[in-house]
Each structure stands twice: as C-alpha cells, then as structure tokens.
C-alpha cells in the first residue's frame, strides 16, 4: 500500500511562513500529480495547489503570489511554501497524490490521501 504523511504545520501569527511537506511511501512505480488540499472549519475540503510529475504548477487565485508548490521526485516528496499567512488561510492541509504503484500482485493506479496536518495563523 501506500502512505502519505504530512509533516511542517503549526501556530504561526499572520503574515508569517510555514512549509508543509508530504512524503510518499510504499511499493511506488511512478508518482503522476501532486497537490495540496485544504478543509476549514465547516468548510468543504478546497484544492490550493497541484504540480505534475513534469513539475508544471497550478494554484487557486486566493493562493497565488503566496503559496509555492514544489517536488522532489527522488524522495517522492512534495512541499507547499506558504508565504504572506492570513488567518482565512487556517485549516487542516491535506496531500494528495496520484500513484502507480504494486498492490498485491498486481500495478494499481490511483489517488491516495495524507491525514492532514493543521495550519492555525492567528491574528
């Protein structure tokens, strides 16, 4: 199987800086496209980032200019700088991958999540 765990969040005042990371683990062929997704409090989980294994990005408006996606192919790893912090950007941060990977006996494709990792910035 596979396995995704976030690491990097925390209390940080706004206008501040936290990088989130997400490793992948597990009998991993190919990593396809990474994001990062986030879910408020009442909210609906909402997409913030996504890079594809060519490293192409693409951000929500609400994030761009202050978020930067980015990955490590070599260590299956995909990384969220958050620059310029708002308290509206507080919310469990959750990665996402698309992987080909051995499942049993047999080459499965398919999307996987992390656990999440809670980001609070504070007014």
């Known amino acids: 199987q596979v396995q995704l765990v976030e690491s990097g969040g925390g209390l940080v005042q706004a206008g501040g800086s936290l990088r989130l990371s997400c490793a992948a683990s597990g009998n991993i062929f190919s990593i396809h496209t990474m994001g990062w997704y986030r879910q408020a409090p009442g909210n609906q989980r909402e997409l913030v980032a996504t890079?594809?294994?060519?490293?192409?990005?693409n951000y929500v408006d609400f994030v761009k200019g202050r978020f930067t996606i980015s990955r490590d192919n070599a260590k299956n790893t995909v990384y969220l700088q958050m620059n310029s912090l708002k308290p509206e950007d507080t919310a469990v941060y959750y990665c996402n991958a698309d992987v080909t990977a051995q499942v049993s006996v047999y080459m499965t494709r398919r999307a996987y999540w992390g656990k999440g990792t809670l980001v609070t910035v504070s007014s």
């Open positions: 890079i594809t294994e060519g490293g192409s990005t």
